[in-house]
């Protein structure tokens, strides 16, 4: 990726997150200029955690096989999934029941499902349990500090951004980031200068 791509994903996410952000204040009733705001700052945490998530994925996939580490992420997923419905109720002390707490797990889950079988469907089927994982994990990871403060509509606004600025970034950085060459079907390697 070259500095032209990177300030246009930067930009573009920004634009993004804005127009998320103006958007889901609409929709939750909040004042358009603060949403925008919020959208924009929303924006610069997504792309944070992007390069968050690109460094641990390149530092574990240097020393674990691909299908363990398919495997621990989708272990952290179902974990990140049960410890949202399980430590909300407990914080709550169990008001209103289970069903809220599940409830509330199925947006960002949903989501997250729906934006990795598109990725997977884009850049084929090994991509998926990358994406689920960056999609779920890594949102609730940016959107924590307004789910433990516990109010309803701003955390709402926040996770909506959240979703929709990782989703254009798990879409856009693969048309940004050239594929990985590999070699011939047979596995054999040319010498330096000696191509077919």
């Known amino acids: ?27 939750t009733g909040i004042d358009l200029l603060h949403g925008a705001i919020a959208g924009g700052f929303a924006s610069a945490t997504s792309l944070m955690g992007l390069w968050a998530y690109l460094t641990l994925n390149f530092l574990v996939r240097g020393f674990l096989p691909p299908a363990f580490w398919n495997a621990v992420q989708l ?7 049960a410890d949202l419905v399980y430590v909300r109720y407990v914080v709550a002390q169990g008001a209103g029941g289970w069903w809220p707490y599940v409830r509330f797990v199925l947006l960002p889950l949903g989501w997250a499902v729906a934006a990795a079988v598109l990725r997977a469907w884009l850049s084929g089927i090994r991509a998926f349990i ?27 606004q926040l996770g909506l951004i959240l979703l929709s600025c990782n989703t254009y970034l798990l879409l856009i950085l693969r048309r940004l980031v050239p594929a990985e060459k590999r070699p011939p079907a047979g596995g054999a390697r040319h010498p ?5």
Do not use: C, D, Y
């Open 1 to 27: 990726m070259n500095l032209q791509k990177l300030l246009f994903l930067i930009g573009t996410t920004v634009v993004l997150g804005v127009g998320a952000g103006g958007a889901a204040a609409l929709w």
């Open 75 to 81: 272990l952290i997923v179902a974990v990140v999934a």
């Open 130 to 156: 990358p994406a689920l994982f960056f999609m779920f994990v890594f949102t609730v990871i940016e959107w924590f500090p307004a789910l433990r403060a516990g109010v309803g509509v701003p955390s709402l």
């Open 192 to 196: 330096a200068g000696e191509g077919p």
